[in-house]
């Protein structure tokens, strides 16, 4: 709900700054008003979160509330964070990526693609800066401001991130009988982290499963096969749990992704970072052989929203304001056609084949 819920308030606020800023504001010929740029950005917060909250997955893994969707929140927030500190140069936002990160490693292990993505975006803000340096002379500043950072991110990105997911297992601790801060300070403490995580790693490493509704990383990009939850069929009729991407923003933002490829080659910095963004959340599961599903597939959905949300924008300063309406407005009626599927709301056979099944593997 978070994910979808920051940029509508973001969108209400902006709204209503527009307003006050029109009736106090003074016409500049030849200059665009800055109530009119707000309105403009609070299209788009609106045209955002609606993609979002039209989105198939969101609904259903937020709705059953998989810690998947919490994960996908802390990516959310720490791509925030560090898009504000490469374009207002304000440390404490760096700091507030790097807790973020933490909180999301210590939340579910996929988190940690992001922090790569991260890392990339990071390196490349200083490669550039450094081309900057180099042309205006300034080497030396830019070194000591580039040690400093560099320190700055070993206390927020790897130590701070550490005390967070070694603390975070306090309710083993407290499951063993250990009270109190002075449990952190303890072997027994110390050695159920280490023994969860030789756990999970072995669990993941070493699984060898089937699964009637799993698919692999490259079926995702084109939405082939979802994951069902719930099936019921009864006397002509069908009730289903399903989680897939809404097929509108799954192969629209796919669409997307070459455009933004383009402008990063153009060195379109905001273009650059959602395309590392989203290839840190795909990118990793190529070279993952154990049993996947398409709900893996949930945060780089994120990616696809700001994708689409960048060509909208270049759109509207074409002029073609009316194609970024229609296609969110597609995308609400598609999620009502389909929001039997995605909660369980009992429909007839006859709707979920003819009307809804798109693709031979949609299983309803």
């Given at each position: 709900m978070a994910c979808f819920l920051v940029p509508t308030a973001e969108a209400i606020?902006?709204?209503?700054?527009?307003?006050?800023e029109k009736k106090n504001e003074v016409a500049v010929e030849g200059k665009i008003p800055f109530?009119?740029?707000?309105?403009?950005?609070?299209?788009?917060?609106?045209?955002?979160?609606?993609?979002?909250?039209?989105?198939?997955?969101?609904?259903?893994?937020?709705?059953?509330?998989?810690?998947?969707?919490?994960?996908?929140l802390f990516i959310l927030l720490m791509y925030l964070f560090l898009?504000?500190?490469f374009t207002e140069g304000k440390l404490r936002h760096l700091a507030a990526c790097g807790v973020t990160f933490g909180i999301g490693a210590a939340t579910k292990w996929t988190c940690l693609y992001a922090g790569a993505g991260l890392g990339v975006l990071w390196a490349l803000h200083w490669v550039f800066s450094g081309v900057r340096a180099h042309r205006a002379g300034d080497g030396r500043r830019y070194a000591r401001r580039l040690l400093g950072n560099i320190g700055f991110c070993l206390v927020f990105f790897v130590l701070v991130p550490g005390m967070i997911y070694y603390a975070s297992y306090y309710?083993?601790?407290a499951a063993r009988g250990l009270h109190g801060i002075s449990m952190y300070f303890t072997r027994e403490y110390a050695a159920i982290v280490l023994e969860n995580q030789r756990f999970m790693f072995t669990y993941h490493s070493g699984l060898v499963a089937t699964h009637p509704y799993s698919s692999r990383w490259w079926q995702w990009l084109l939405d082939l096969r979802p994951i069902l939850y719930y099936l019921s069929y009864g006397d002509g009729t069908v009730s289903t749990i399903g989680a897939f991407v809404n097929p509108l923003l799954?192969?629209?933002?796919?669409?997307?992704?070459?455009?933004?490829?383009?402008?990063?080659?153009?060195?379109?910095?905001?273009?650059?970072?959602?395309?590392?963004?989203?290839?840190?959340?795909v990118l990793p599961w190529v070279f993952i052989s154990r049993l996947t599903f398409e709900y893996h597939y949930f945060a780089a959905t994120l990616?696809?929203?700001?994708a689409l949300g960048y060509v909208f924008d270049r759109l509207r300063r074409r002029g073609y304001l009316g194609i970024v309406y229609a296609f969110t407005a597609a995308n609400g009626v598609l999620f009502a056609l389909f929001y039997p599927v995605l909660t369980g709301v009992t429909i007839p056979r006859d709707y979920a084949?003819?009307?809804?099944?798109?693709l031979p593997d949609w299983p309803f």
């Open positions: 606020v902006t709204g209503v700054v527009s307003t006050v109530s009119r740029k707000l309105k403009w950005l609070k299209n788009m917060l609106w045209g955002g979160a609606a993609l979002l909250a039209f989105d198939f997955m969101h609904l259903t893994q937020t709705r059953i509330a998989t810690i998947d969707s919490f994960a996908t898009y504000r500190y309710p083993y601790g799954c192969w629209g933002g796919l669409l997307a992704l070459p455009v933004l490829a383009y402008r990063a080659w153009k060195r379109d910095r905001t273009a650059l970072f959602i395309l590392v963004g989203y290839l840190a959340q990616f696809l929203v700001l084949w003819n009307v809804l099944k798109w």
